[in-house]
Nanobody, 115 residues
Framework: QVQLVESGGGLVQAGGSLRLSCAASGSIFSINAMGWYRQAPGKRRELVAGITTGGSTNYADSVKGRFTISRDSAKNTVYLQMNSLKPEDTAVYYC?????????WGQGTLVTVSS
């Protein structure tokens, strides 16, 4: 089993920056890829960014040029650097891991962007 713990959420003003962290533990060697999803009130959970063990990344069109996903393999941690934040970025952000045993999810961290 893989366990994920997110941190770094909070309240920021539009135009500000925030960095989210996701620390993985457990059967980390079974992980193929990790990423970030978000869910705003009344909306479906959507993919924000993903990164494979090989370092390939992908982003939602709405965050390209503003968000950057990265990893620190030694710490089993992935990050989401969020710049130029907009009110529409307000959501609960969830870390996820694609592992051989299934998909793991973190508990979520709330990001609120005020106008």
């Amino acid at each position: 089993q893989v366990q994920l713990v997110e941190s770094g959420g909070g309240l920021v003003q539009a135009g500000g920056s925030l960095r989210l962290s996701c620390a993985a533990s457990g059967s980390i060697f079974s992980i193929n890829a990790m990423g970030w999803y978000r869910q705003a009130p009344g909306k479906r959970r959507e993919l924000v960014a993903g990164i494979t063990t090989g370092g390939s990344t992908n982003y939602a069109d709405s965050v390209k040029g503003r968000f950057t996903i990265s990893r620190d393999s030694a710490k089993n941690t992935v990050y989401l650097q969020m710049n130029s934040l907009k009110p529409e970025d307000t959501a609960v952000y969830y870390c996820t891991a694609n592992a051989r045993g299934g998909v793991a999810w973190g508990q979520g961290t709330l990001v609120t962007v005020s106008s």
